[in-house]
């Protein structure tokens, strides 16, 4: 128990919070569009992501999935509802949008527009 009390008062355990703070909300940002990548990558600082946004073939949706649930999970830890909301709506609306998006995007490549 000392040595998580030690923890908790440290830079250490403040940085992280930091760290997981700023890697939710560039993640948030990013999946709702209020962001683009190039926005969140110019920024100051390290650009923390819960996920490797620059290699999206080897996301799969189950993996995806369970990136939503832990930032909803975090969000309602600290009483974002509205944010919480947000990512459930888009987990659950954002699969077909995704998948229409990936067809358009087949389309585009075989046509050579």
Not at 31 to 36: I, P, Q, R, S, V
Request: with cysteine; net charge negative.
């Amino acid at each position: 128990m000392e040595d998580y009390d030690n923890y908790a008062d440290s830079e250490m355990f403040y940085e992280n919070k930091f760290i997981l703070r700023n890697c939710m909300k560039n993640s948030y940002d990013f999946l709702m569009g209020y962001k683009t990548l190039e926005e969140l990558l110019d920024q100051d600082g390290n650009p923390y992501f819960l996920w490797n946004v620059v290699d999206h073939d080897s996301l799969t949706r189950s993996t995806f999935d369970d990136i939503l649930d832990v930032m909803i999970k975090y969000y309602e830890d600290n009483e974002e509802y509205e944010k919480c909301a947000k990512i459930l709506k888009f987990k659950t609306d954002g699969k077909n949008k995704h998948r229409a998006k990936v067809k358009e995007t087949y389309r585009v490549r075989e046509e050579g527009i």
